[in-house]
């Protein structure tokens, strides 16, 4: 069955470093977002990709949040000046059709990001 | 805006026993409603969903789960536990009209005891 992909499974960084969280999607899938899930609270959307541009993002998506897709396979998530309160499960998505979960989100397992 | 409560963070059963873990969403119309379960180090796996229709559902690996619009919840039933059921498990509701992108709750931890 066709997996969503995340690396790296953990990540330990620098407060004040930048980080690159990646992910690849399923193959044929037109539809990419980001989740996040601060330890013991509630899993967030940050973000919603298509046709290579953010289609809805969140008030938890700032300034120091970006998204790329760089060639046509890999789904990044990239944290300039990483804060300690970024640490967190930063979830990946895809989906075939559209935005509406009726139609089907896979998602990977996670990335755990820890700043220190 | 919609939200989710999922009120129990983590639940602790016997294997064979009976499983019930708790949802309740806010939204002004019909929602679309999700269950989902991350075992350990896998992605988030739907189990079931509700969109219309019989408010009873069934879904995955023995899970039914029965939407009750006067209580506002969506709870997630399993009539016997197996040892491989412990996992993470997260109910959303996604919006019937807007972005549809789904909201989740913050999950409840299942540990199932021999």
């Known amino acids: 069955e066709p997996e969503v992909t995340q690396t790296p499974s953990h990540q330990v960084t620098q407060m004040g470093q930048e980080v690159i969280l990646r992910c690849v999607p399923i193959s044929n899938h037109l539809y990419f977002y980001w989740y996040r899930q601060i330890l013991g609270q509630k899993v967030e959307f940050l973000v919603s990709?298509?046709?290579?541009?953010?289609?809805?993002k969140s008030e938890i998506f700032d300034d120091q949040f970006s998204v790329e897709r760089p060639d046509g396979s890999n789904f990044t998530l990239k944290i300039r000046s990483t804060k300690l309160e970024d640490s967190a499960m930063y979830f990946c998505?895809?989906?075939?059709?559209?935005?509406?979960?009726?139609?089907?989100?896979?998602f990977g397992s996670g990335t755990r990001l820890t700043v220190v | 805006a919609q939200s989710v409560t999922q009120p129990d963070i983590h639940i602790t059963v016997s294997e064979g026993a009976s499983l019930e873990l708790r949802c309740n969403y806010s939204?002004?119309?019909?929602?679309?409603l999700f269950w989902y379960v991350q075992s350990p180090g896998q992605g988030l796996q739907l189990l079931l969903k509700?969109?219309?229709?019989?408010?009873l559902v069934q879904g995955i690996k023995g899970f039914e789960a029965e939407f009750k619009r006067s209580q506002s919840s969506f709870n997630l039933r399993k009539p016997s536990v197996h040892w491989s059921d412990a996992a993470e498990y997260f109910c959303?509701?996604?919006?019937?009209?807007?972005?549809?992108?789904?909201?989740f709750g913050r999950g409840t931890s299942l540990i199932v005891h021999p």
């Open positions: 990709f298509y046709n290579n541009e953010i289609s809805e």
């Open positions: 959303a509701v996604g919006a019937s009209g807007g972005s549809y992108i789904p909201t």
């Open positions: 998505a895809s989906s075939l059709i559209s935005r509406d979960a009726r139609n089907g989100y896979t």
């Open positions: 509700y969109f219309s229709g019989d408010t």
């Open positions: 939204y002004g119309a019909t929602p679309y």
